[in-house]
């Protein structure tokens, strides 16, 4: 797959108007996948985005590439169908936390154990935005909302760790206010070949404002967040004074000077028990203890893609009984003839 | 020296346990039947549950053939031959007997247990009871199944598993069939174990050598081959019908086959069917549920592949958001519905046609669908091509009704030299200089096929309204009405593409029309009526949406039409509607099919 015309970000915006609340998260990841888009190396005719419903997934209107908008939570099944009949093709699904992690929960799950090649972007504001502001299931317990006056009593999706649960070959967390770390961070999730998970957080400026501010506001992100890069130590603060170690399984916060830089915990993309303790890294301290919020690629693994298991069966039963023959499967086993 | 009484018709019952090979053994005899040249139609009758409470009634599996040496059109009414594995069989069974029948029962399953599990409790031998009423031949199966086994190495329990072979050979000498089709199955079946088909081709020799040994004991019962039109036959299942169908409809549209399916009773088998056939390209996925298993099929339509799905009862309920996006995206996408009792889980074994309106209807705002049925396992292929040609000339969604009656019978079909199939030609769209407007239609109504990879051609379809032509959202209220009315008239167009029908009569008293399994049971009815000097013509419909065009003219040439159904009244609303007639409704909802007795009967209330 390769293209002969260079692209920029403009030849893959659309004539549609888009049509988000002005300061929507949605706008700055937009922005990113655009400017992304020609270093892909892929013609357009090659790119096809395929989403559910919701704020976010109006997102194929406004990619100048093949596209479907579908119905509320099934873009995963769809992209896998999809996937399946024309391996070549580059897909991206574009998801919220409502399509992905309630009604289209199921096909999500499914279809990462499944790992079909593609990226799914699932755009995280821990909210319903398009129904106008109710709980989602990655709102926090007791979320005051339109549907919870009194305090949503729904215990939240922790989303890396469900999709960790579920086998997932890549897994990742970025921002929408941080368009450096998303850029970088939707290159690696496109050269990973199996399905890749990016949660971005995405700020919905009307029903759920600053939801995620604590780890972008220059008062509080230096603390509050943890920036993953492979083969190198887990640090933080201000001046990275901070890092993180392991105890055994136990995660501990220490002082880098005093520890030493060598004894920090390592970050390792291919370690799926570390991947683990990295989700949990969450709402709530772990063993009275706060941690800051990970961002980067948790975990990344290669294991087959579906499409490529299904081709090679049909390959496979081809070199073995010869391509289908339409009147010999007709005919069967036993048949005869009246004259 | 035994004598031979010969038969025009016989319709036999297989029954016994669920686990005790009924179903393969009526298959196999179906299938020597067919080969000797009769004329078959069959009907399994199994509980939902795959091992049944053993030894109940409620656990009996049953299979019922209908052979003749002239055409054989239902599975039979009243049965002439019953083979009872076990006094449960007999207690299910008896009345489904015609007077003075041939009950074949195998003496083990009439023991004390077995009485008292069948509900026998002060009855010390139901078959002696029986002999007043009909003929029976007591045989000892399992004692003598392990007597012909008794050189092998095999487990005891092994050696009884065999006991339906056994069965098998009496049966093929009582009707003086061959038995080698059977033991080149056997050889087939097990060729990893050849110990196991040893023992079973063993078994079936020592039951056919038993009616040889005992013959001046039973008559042998003879039915000539049939008089079939010239040609060549096989036979075949309707499910695999299917199957077929949706294979030769690809391979002749030059589509890749993309099934999406969530096992469900009566529609599993042709996942089963299609996943044995990856050599033909075919792309089976096993969903995670109904709803993934029609969007995929979906996604895989947008991607150019012929994108099926297939479910039954509640599974199509599921579907029914998917066909709505199908409709909006005019994509092809054919939808196999294999009918069941219902409402909810309902009779997932039996047969009903109550679905109807569900198809025509049962989907959010104006979305219209063509749907077909099919009527017999022999018709089943046809159905099925016929359906993906329509969804893929007129890219849209389109259902075909079966139900389990057709699902697992099973019958002769002169199956079509892959040359004579009709041509299907998907609409696909081309690179143009010009601005691609993906909602721009032909003179059909059809919009253009344009697949992902095709340059120039990049454009966005979704569930929202499109506007005319160029496909974009569009809340604009005139152009939501005229896309309304769009999509209605491509499918009514649909209806210059389908044969009218054909009705033998000019002028008449009554028309029997149908739709679905109830075909043969019609036919026959009707056919003895006409014998009788009845003024009375049949019309079966494959076409429910769009109906055929002179449907209403064929109607009004009649004083009263009849409309059989296995539901509460379906089609006979749609019929009352469109053509404002009187018609009469014949409904059964019982989850077994209707007989031509029950037809005659009605026809001749009205009368």
Excluded at chain 2, 77 to 105: H, R, T
């Amino acid at each position: 797959m390769t293209q002969n015309v260079e692209y920029t970000a403009k030849d893959f915006s659309t004539d549609q108007d888009v049509r988000w609340c002005p300061g929507c998260g949605d706008y700055s990841i937009l922005k990113q996948v655009q400017t992304i888009m020609p270093e892909l190396g892929l013609a357009r005719e090659e790119i096809v985005f395929v989403s559910g419903i919701g704020c976010s997934s109006r997102f194929p209107y406004y990619m100048n590439t093949y596209g479907m908008h579908s119905i509320h939570g099934r873009a995963t099944a769809i992209a896998t169908g999809l996937k399946a009949a024309r391996p070549e093709l580059s897909v991206w699904i574009i998801s919220g936390d409502g399509d992905s992690m309630s009604i289209g929960g199921n096909h999500l799950i499914h279809m990462l154990r499944r790992n079909p090649n593609v990226n799914l972007l699932l755009f995280n504001n821990e909210i319903y935005g398009l129904t106008k502001g109710q709980y989602s299931p990655t709102s926090e317990f007791g979320k005051m909302t339109k549907s919870s006056p009194m305090g949503s009593i729904d215990h939240p999706f922790n989303p890396l760790a469900l999709v960790l649960g579920s086998d997932a070959t890549f897994v990742a967390r970025t921002m929408d206010r941080d368009p450096k770390h998303l850029r970088e961070i939707l290159l690696r999730a496109n050269q990973h070949k199996g399905s890749s998970f990016v949660e971005i957080y995405q700020n919905c400026n009307v029903f759920n404002d600053g939801a995620f501010e604590v780890f972008s506001d220059k008062k509080s992100k230096a603390l509050e967040t943890i920036f993953l890069e492979n083969g190198l130590p887990l640090v933080f603060g201000e001046n990275n004074n901070k890092g993180i170690a392991l105890d055994g399984l136990k995660p501990i916060v220490v002082d880098v000077d005093q520890f030493g830089k060598d004894a920090l915990w390592i970050h390792d993309e291919s370690d799926l028990t570390k991947a683990n303790l990295l989700a949990r890294m969450f709402d709530g301290a772990i063993n009275g203890v706060d941690f800051p919020r990970p961002f980067g690629i948790f975990y990344a693994t290669q294991r087959p893609c579906y499409e490529d298991l299904m081709a090679d069966q049909i390959a496979l039963a081809i070199e073995t009984k010869g391509a289908g023959d339409l009147d010999t499967l007709l005919q069967g086993r036993n048949s005869w003839e009246i004259k | 020296m035994s004598s031979k009484q010969a038969r025009e018709k016989v319709t036999i019952i297989f029954a016994g346990d669920s686990g005790d090979g009924i179903q393969l053994t009526g298959f196999e005899f179906s299938n020597t039947t067919a080969l000797y040249g009769n004329d078959i139609s069959t009907f399994p009758d199994f509980p939902a549950e795959i091992r049944a409470p053993q030894g109940t009634v409620s656990g009996v599996s049953g299979f019922k053939l209908n052979f003749g040496s002239t055409e054989v059109y239902t599975a039979g009414g009243l049965a002439d031959v019953l083979v009872a594995m076990n006094a449960a069989a007999l207690k299910k069974n008896l009345s489904q007997l015609k007077e003075n029948s041939l009950i074949i029962a195998n003496e083990a399953g009439f023991d004390k247990r077995n009485l008292k599990l069948a509900g026998y409790l002060d009855v010390e031998d139901p078959l002696k009871e029986q002999e007043a009423f009909h003929q029976i031949v007591r045989i000892d199966v399992t004692r003598l199944t392990r007597e012909a086994l008794k050189e092998t190495d095999l487990t005891l329990k092994d050696r009884d598993r065999s006991r339906n072979m056994f069965v098998l050979g009496f049966i093929y000498w009582l009707f003086n069939r061959d038995i080698s089709s059977t033991e080149k199955f056997i050889s087939d079946k097990f060729n990893k174990v050849p110990d196991v088909a040893e023992a079973n081709k063993l078994v079936l020799k020592a039951g056919y050598t038993y009616g040889l040994a005992t013959e001046a004991a039973y008559q042998r019962i003879e039915v000539k081959p049939a008089i079939l039109p010239k040609g060549v036959y096989r036979n075949i299942v309707g499910n695999e019908g299917v199957a077929l169908g949706l294979i030769a409809a690809a391979k002749k549209s030059g589509l890749e086959l993309f099934y999406g399916s969530y096992p469900i009773t009566p529609a599993t088998e042709i996942l089963q069917h299609l996943a044995k056939h990856k050599n033909f390209g075919v792309k089976t996925f096993q969903a995670e549920d109904e709803i993934a298993a029609a969007t995929a099929a979906i996604g895989a339509s947008f991607g150019g592949a012929l994108g099926i799905t297939a479910s039954s009862g509640p599974g199509i309920a599921l579907k029914a958001e998917a066909m709505g996006l199908a409709i909006m995206l005019e994509l092809p996408l054919v939808i196999v519905n294999v009918q069941r009792g219902g409402p909810s889980t309902g009779l997932p074994t039996k047969t009903e046609q109550a679905d109807l309106m569900q198809a025509l209807h049962g989907r959010n705002g104006e979305a219209p669908m063509p749907v077909l049925a099919v009527n017999a396992p022999a018709d089943a292929f046809d159905t099925a091509f016929e359906a993906c040609k329509i969804a893929i000339e007129h890219m849209t969604p389109v259902m075909i009704l079966s139900d389990g009656y057709i699902a697992n019978g099973a019958e002769p079909w002169q199956f079509p030299k892959a040359a004579d199939l009709a041509s299907i030609t998907p609409k696909m769209a081309k690179a143009s200089a010009n601005a691609y407007m993906p909602y721009k239609r032909d003179e059909n109504g059809v919009r253009e096929w344009a697949i992902p990879g095709i340059k120039g051609l990049e454009h966005r379809v979704g569930g929202l309204e499109k506007e005319e032509l160029s496909g974009n959202v569009s809340y604009e209220p005139d152009n939501h009405e005229k896309m309304v009315k769009l999509r209605q008239a491509k499918i009514d167009n649909i209806a210059n593409f389908i044969p009218e029908i054909k009705c033998d009569l000019e002028k008449g008293d009554v028309l029997v029309l149908g739709w679905g399994s109830t075909y043969g049971a019609i036919k026959v009815a009707v056919n003895q009526l006409k014998k009788e000097g009845v003024s009375v013509a049949q019309v079966h419909l494959r076409h429910l949406n769009p109906l055929p065009k002179n449907l209403g003219e064929v109607i009004s040439r009649f004083k009263t039409v009849l409309i059989p159904e296995l539901n509460n009244g379906q089609l006979i609303h749609i019929i009352r509607d469109k053509f404002l007639v009187d018609a009469k409704g014949l409904n059964k909802i019982k989850g077994q099919p209707l007989y031509a007795e029950e037809i005659k009967a009605a026809v001749k209330e009205l009368m």
